[in-house]
């Protein structure tokens, strides 16, 4: 009896792509066939009208917050800021030498990096989607440097590898040798038509000349034999130095070894190669913000409660220093400080409003920077930039900076972790932090413990104005609670990045908010609530 094989549509093909060669096969077939994405907003709303005679005050001094405030400032509006820290920004912080924080339950840390090193322990790229931030550091006149997000002569290193295990790799051998032998296995599958008995002959050749090209196969006889972008095992040099390539690592290895686990050969959105950092650190940002507000904003003011009536709003503010407890009064209010923060003060909210508050959670979040006295990343392993990407539990990824080329110090990200690995870590004491995070790298690079100098963490589930990294939505509270804060309720709204589609990203506290003044210069243009 002759076996069949069932045919396959399009579509039945990309999800088995999927499967075999992830997102990275699936994306650049459907690239061969020709689909694409593209986003995002590009500048503040265009208002019309005046905003004199109003005041609006602004709860916390974030960018969604001072981004309302420099805004609805050009409309005329008097704006108020209050902020509880002693320095604006909100999550987008750079620590370097002399930064304070103190977590909740925790000691003080101070930084002690060496002067002109730092660590972006809050927000630390930007992508090019992201034209909303840019749009500022453009108007501000904030340098912006490359960051590289993605290194493929970075290591892998994972611990839980089958044959690989404990074993140092470039990711760029793995990338090219799976895609590779995954390419061989598709291309004779499509050329002996056993896949494909629904595409059509120019798809069948349209698809094999791509997974030739994307595979480095023979064009005879479409094998993989390897190819030269996944790294020599002797470089090439002078003379008689045509280099050595490395040999390919096997398929049944790769595939047993599970390395989908940790790489994937193309980023989700918009995780590019290639992104942004303003130069001296992401702080930058926010202090052009605040160099532009000036004594619009008030620092060291921790709001107690918030309060309105038909005509005004009311909020309570304690100062920090000394006590005192002062009430401000205005037109509007925007609340611009986290979720996690707004449902613990004393509000005259209505239940509906109180219990959608309430219908997010937030992202527990830990990162560390170690400042080397040695850049062994660059000097021993030829690696500028990018992630080192591992399955070290509690570690994620090991970042090295995208600045200081050649230097002699460096700071690198010790880890990047979320959820129950950034919950277990937090508890640990900020020199028990350093010890997990040397005892990871130290696997990976041997000068690891040796050239480290001094460290700074933040658990940011344990910072006082923030209780959390960002916002994350579930599909209920997005299609229930989410709608109702948009809204706003009376002569409140709400903005930052957990009012937006882009949690975590500075571009999501900016559009946040973009979208919020435009909403509420209309109802102040309009005289009332709606």
Partial sequence: MISTTPSLTRREFLFRAAAVGGSALLLNTMNAWGMGIASTTHAPPELSGSGKGKKVVILGAGLAGMTAAFELGKLGYQVEVLEARPFAGGRCQTARKGFALQELGGET???????????????????????????????FDVPLEVMVNDNDHAWLYMEDAGPFSGKRMRQEQVKADMRGHVAELLAKSVQARQLDAELTADDRMLLLDYL???GALTKKDLVYRGRNGAGYAVNPGAGLRPGQPNDPLGFRELLSSRVGKVYSAVQEFPMHATMFQPVGGMDRIAQAFSKRLGRKIR????VQSLRQTPGKVTVAVKDTA?????????????CAMPLSILRTLDTDFSDRFKTALK?????????IGLQMKRRFWEEDDQIYGGHVLTDIKGINTISLPSSGWQQKKGVLLGYYHYALDAIEVSALSPAERTEFALDAGAKIFPPYRSSFENAFSVA??????????WAE??????????PVLLEGEGR???????????????AGAIESAWQQIEQLHKRATMGGNA
């Avoid at 940011?460 to 990294?469: A, D, E």
């Fill in 109 to 139: 840390q101070t930084c002690r990096f060496d002067d002109g090193l730092y660590i972006n322990h809050g927000p630390w790229r930007i992508p090019l989607d992201h034209q909303s931030t840019l749009y500022y550091t453009r108007l």
């Fill in 359 to 367: 219908a997010v959670s937030y992202a527990p979040v830990g990162k």
């Fill in 212 to 214: 030739a090209h994307e």
């Fill in 322 to 334: 000394s006590g005192k407890v002062s009430t401000v009064e205005a037109d509007y209010c925007l």
């Fill in 492 to 506: 409140v709204l709400l903005a930052g990045e957990h009012m937006s589609y882009l949690t975590g990203w500075q």
């Fill in 473 to 482: 939505w579930d599909e209920a509270g997005r299609k229930n609670a989410y």
């Fill in 299 to 302: 620092y060291g003011q921790e």
């Fill in 460 to 469: 940011w589930h344990r910072v006082q104005y923030n209780l959390g990294g």
